[in-house]
């Protein structure tokens, strides 16, 4: 009944916007407007499935790939660093540095030295979104109570089982806020890539779109990339509360 619930609070918003833009937009005769019933229609028409197959499958695989080795090389390097608190100090500020560069404004190199093909997407990408994994990963492995730590030294145990038993347990809430905000910046730097690299995927569909002034099939590029990102929000949530059900029992 509570997940009934939370999930009526969660929708009901989304229904009434949606149910207001079909409403306001119905008479519209705007080329760069056009009804959202229009729309959805083209989606349909689109997308369904020629369009998820040639489109959203290639997307949806580059998210998967370029944030699966962020959230690899994030969680190792951030507890490597947070085991050694003065190497990590000594390479924060180019940390720092790189954190601060935005990905996309590497596309101009990536592109000479990896083309415009999915290499350069995955790669971007996993840049990108490594930085909030990483970053959250140190700060949680440099959270554990002394106390615990203490009592792994009374008892000798081993750096493996004191990474596994008391370093990741406790650092994996903030290591899945920082995988949230990187699933996040992920989708969004896919999209920017698709637009400037070869043919195929969401975003490469939406420019295209645009040149050619399909407004109709550009507005559906878009909701689909909407119902995407969110589709992608929701399954992370899913395996986050799986995995961090001790820990939500703990704080309730």
Do not use: C
């Amino acid at each position: 009944m509570k997940r009934v619930t939370a999930l009526a609070w969660e929708i009901w918003l989304p229904i009434v916007l949606v149910v207001a833009w079909l409403v306001a937009s119905a008479g519209s005769s705007s080329f760069y407007f056009p009804p959202l019933a229009d729309i959805l229609d083209r989606v349909a028409e689109v997308w369904f499935f020629d369009g998820i197959a040639e489109n959203l499958v290639p997307s949806l695989l580059r998210i998967v790939v370029g944030f699966g080795f962020a959230l690899i090389v994030g969680v190792l390097g951030g507890i490597l660093l947070g085991l050694l608190p003065r190497f990590e100090e000594a390479v924060r500020p180019i940390l720092e540095f790189l954190r601060s560069t935005p990905g996309v404004a590497l596309l101009p190199i990536a592109t000479i030295f990896l083309g415009i093909g999915d290499t350069m997407k995955v790669f971007l990408i996993a840049l990108a979104s490594m930085w909030p994994i990483l970053l959250n990963t140190i700060d949680g492995v440099r959270s554990v109570e002394p106390v615990l730590l203490s009592m792994a030294r009374s008892y000798r145990l081993p750096l493996g089982d004191r990474i596994r038993y008391i370093y990741a347990p406790n650092a994996a809430p903030q290591i899945f806020a920082g995988a949230r905000l990187a699933l996040t910046i992920a989708t969004v730097v896919m999209v920017v890539t698709e637009m400037i690299g070869s043919p195929g995927g969401i975003g490469y569909f939406i420019l295209d779109s645009q040149r050619s002034f399909n407004i109709l099939n550009m507005w559906s590029g878009i909701v689909m990339l909407g119902v995407l990102g969110y589709l992608l929000n929701f399954g992370f949530r899913l395996i986050e509360t799986q995995v961090l059900d001790w820990h939500n029992k703990k704080n309730a």
